[in-house]
């Protein structure tokens, strides 16, 4: 074994150079546990590849050893899929290395980048030429590109630009043996039969390595306005969505959804944090509204927000004034997690509804769940624009964590029966990974999985990647 294990080390480390195959414990611990912290997985080691030749023979190596690979970008996905399980060799194969802008083509609206660059990487880049990458997560100071295309990355702009899967005109990916599939197209047309691009989009490194991207960009608005509304109920907050998108169209970006609870925990725990609002409101609504006119965003934003007002569709709104006002509300925004974690245990679920049944969902849920585990305080905010929700549970006031932890799988089968009851879905945005492989083997359609799983005989017969994910 331990002759094994040396072999493969110097043969791994004759590919990209010993000094990135990392082996000591310590130098690999950042690679094995997930975000969250929940998840954490052994492997033999983890290796740094720098091009896509690289990647290409370590995984021809893998393949010839049968060693398993698990891909991994920022690791920050929030479901355990870019850490390994430990079961028998797995590599890490960290793509952060492979970090450079290869070409941005400014006529055709095209930039073609290495999976390993940040997405903030990416933003800056197409700034620069005075172009907009619109995918914007709160983690885009590590998130990669690679892992926002292998989970489908979606975040508070998909509202006007959609999802990664929008985003992404062609990719690099190096299959499980080795070679490599070059659909790094530029075009935006091409009907030259299957879609071959999309399976590895969203597939969480179970079917190849992205090692690079063609994505698109836009054109850089010259104005944005961050709105903060106060409104009676989520059925208030559909109402209002529906006006703004019908009189904002594409210039309506985000569209956030968070109740009274939310301010209150993220005043309570983070220093920065002040109550956007005089008075207190049972539902909040945080939008944002783009422009290619200089003054037109804030235009727009009063103009809607009069309407709004007149009507009694929101009960108070404020504009910000400034930058560093639309920071702050960002920053309570985008701080929630956190606050959540400070306030202690919490069960969470990423789902998607069709928009118009997200009032009676959140209704219909919340109070089946008062009922289950008195005292539970519900905490649902999120991407209300795409139908997409954080339905998070905090722990009542007075209930020993471990106690309300247990009761987990209980509050998971009520919300996702009503979620399939709505033909709504488990993952909206997060993916699968380790976290919910169970719930998705019994809540999707058993032939689509089927389907899937042939797939994934196609490109991965002895199932070496990402073991554990997904199916
Ligand atoms: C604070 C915070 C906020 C977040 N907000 C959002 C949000 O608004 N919307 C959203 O969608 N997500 C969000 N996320 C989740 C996470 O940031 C995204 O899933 C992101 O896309 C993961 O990118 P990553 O590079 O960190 O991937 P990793 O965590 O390293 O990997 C994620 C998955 O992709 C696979 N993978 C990674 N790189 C590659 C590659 N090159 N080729 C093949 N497979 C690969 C891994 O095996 C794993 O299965 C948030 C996370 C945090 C911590």
């Known amino acids: ?76 996905g929030l479901v355990g899929g870019s850490v390994p399980l430990g079961l028998g060799h797995e590599i890490v194969i960290s793509l952060t290395r492979m970090a450079h802008i290869r070409t941005i083509d400014v006529e055709s609206d095209s930039l073609i980048v290495e999976a390993g660059a940040t997405l903030l990487t990416v933003q800056e880049a197409a700034q620069n030429v005075d172009r907009l990458f619109p995918l914007s997560l ?112 594409a210039a309506l970006t985000t569209f956030e959804l968070m109740p009274r609870l939310a301010i209150d925990l993220a005043i309570k725990h983070l220093p920065s944090i002040r109550d956007p609002l005089a008075n207190k409101h049972a539902w909040y609504v945080m939008t944002e509204l783009s422009s290619l006119e200089p003054e037109g965003a804030y235009a727009l934003a009063m103009r809607l927000m009069e309407g709004a007002l007149e009507s009694g569709g929101v ?71 795409d139908g997409n929700l954080h339905f998070n549970l905090q722990s009542p006031e007075d209930m020993d964590p471990r106690e309300f932890m247990a009761r987990a799988s209980d ?10 009851e709505m033909k709504g879905s488990i993952s909206a945005e997060h993916g699968i990974g380790q976290l919910k492989r169970s719930e998705l083997a019994v809540t999707k359609d058993p032939l689509a999985l089927d389907v899937m799983r042939q797939i994934k005989q196609i490109l991965d017969p002895e199932g070496r990647m990402n073991p554990g994910k997904v199916l």
């Open 411 to 420: 509050i998971h089968a009520l919300v996702y029966r009503h979620v399939i």
């Open 138 to 249: 709160a983690s885009e100071g590590t998130a990669t590109i690679g892992g926002t295309i292998a989970t489908n990355a979606g975040g508070t702009a998909a509202l006007a630009y959609g999802t990664m899967r929008d985003l992404v005109r062609g990719v690099e990916v190096v299959l499980p043996d080795g070679r490599v599939l070059d659909l790094l197209t530029t075009l935006r047309k091409d009907n030259t039969g299957y879609d071959l691009k999309s399976l590895f989009i969203g597939s969480e490194g179970t079917l190849g390595i992205v090692t690079a991207a063609s994505l698109k960009l836009f054109p850089l608005p010259r104005s944005r306005a961050t709105v903060f509304c106060g409104v009676a109920s989520p059925q208030a907050a559909l109402n209002l969505l529906q006006v703004m998108k019908a009189q904002a169209g």
């Open 1 to 76: 074994m331990t002759h094994d294990r040396d072999y493969l080390i110097d043969g791994l480390s004759a590919l990209v150079g010993v000094a990135h195959v990392l082996v000591e414990d310590a130098a690999m611990a950042p690679y094995l546990t997930d975000w969250r912290k929940r998840f954490t997985g052994h492997a033999l080691c983890v290796v740094r590849p720098r091009t896509t030749d690289e990647v290409s023979a370590v995984m021809r190596f893998a393949a010839e050893h049968h060693l398993a690979i698990v891909p991994q970008g920022g690791n920050t």
């Open 315 to 385: 009960t108070d709104a404020v504009i910000a004034q400034s930058l560093a006002q639309a920071d702050s509300f960002w920053a309570l925004r985008e701080g929630l997690p956190e606050a959540q974690t400070k306030e202690g245990a919490s069960i969470k679920h990423d789902i998607s509804v069709p928009i118009v049944d997200i009032p009676l969902f959140i209704d219909r849920v919340t109070q089946e769940l008062k009922v289950l585990v008195p005292g539970i305080r519900p905490f649902v905010f999120g991407h209300m624009g």
